[in-house]
């Protein structure tokens, strides 16, 4: 049984900085990436930041140059580390983990707001 535990989420000022982390327990056959995905109220889940199997990334343009995605593959862990944040980047921040099967952790809040 693969789980997706998110943690790290909160409620940090303006500008403030958070880092998300994602440990993943379980057997998983086959990654192709991971990646975190947000949601916030009233909006459809997208996607945030992406890293292959082969560690390149990909990141929304709306964080680009403020967010950092980076997995530790030891741990098992996915990092999110996000800089100069905004109120706009309020949402429930959930983990993927993509292969022949689809894997997504339960989600934590990060609530920007002064």
């Known amino acids: 049984q693969v789980q997706l535990v998110e943690s790290g989420g909160g409620l940090v000022q303006p500008g403030g900085s958070l880092r998300l982390s994602c440990a993943a327990s379980?057997?998983?056959?086959?990654?192709?990436?991971m990646g975190w995905y947000r949601q916030a109220p009233g909006k459809q889940r997208e996607l945030v930041a992406l890293?292959?199997?082969?560690?390149?990334?990909n990141y929304a343009d709306s964080v680009k140059g403020r967010f950092t995605i980076s997995r530790d593959s030891d741990k098992n862990t996915l990092y999110l580390q996000m800089n100069r944040l905004k109120p706009e980047d309020t949402a429930v921040y959930y983990c993927?983990?993509?292969?022949?099967?689809?894997?997504w952790g339960q989600g934590t809040q990060v609530t920007v707001s002064s």
């Open positions: 890293i292959t199997n082969e560690g390149s990334t």
């Open positions: 379980g057997s998983i056959f086959k990654i192709y990436a």
């Open positions: 993927n983990v993509a292969g022949p099967v689809v894997y």
